[in-house]
């Protein structure tokens, strides 16, 4: 059974910083490119970040310079560290797990609150 269980959440104050944990059982973790999307409430979802098995990057303009995503392949973990955050960043992120012509894998989402 394929589990994603995100954590780190949290409220926080703008300028402050989160890190965001994703921790997969289930799967061969280190085939998979894992990524980070969020959604805002009446928003539609939207990546935010991703890593690849190879461990190429990429990040929402809205996040770039900003947010680093990693992955540890002996932990099976992949992470979101979330600095200078911003009231806009307030929004439910949701860990994904995917894999080229295989449905994606999601997390439950963990709530991040940043406050003005």
């Known amino acids: 059974q394929v589990q994603l269980v995100e954590s780190g959440g949290g409220l926080v104050q703008a300028g402050g910083s989160l890190r965001l944990s994703c921790a997969a059982s289930?799967?061969?973790?280190?085939?998979?490119?894992m990524a980070w999307y969020r959604q805002a409430p009446g928003k539609q979802r939207e990546l935010v970040a991703a890593?690849?098995?190879?461990?190429?990057?990429n990040y929402a303009d809205s996040v770039k310079g900003r947010f680093t995503i990693s992955r540890d392949n002996a932990k099976s973990t992949a992470y979101l560290q979330m600095n200078s955050l911003k009231p806009e960043d307030t929004a439910v992120y949701y860990c994904?797990?995917?894999?080229?012509?295989?449905?994606?894998?999601w997390g439950q989402g963990t709530q991040v609150t940043v406050s003005s």
């Open positions: 994904s797990a995917n894999r080229i012509r295989y449905s994606p894998y």
């Open positions: 289930g799967i061969t973790f280190s085939i998979y490119t």
């Open positions: 890593v690849t098995s190879g461990g190429t990057t």
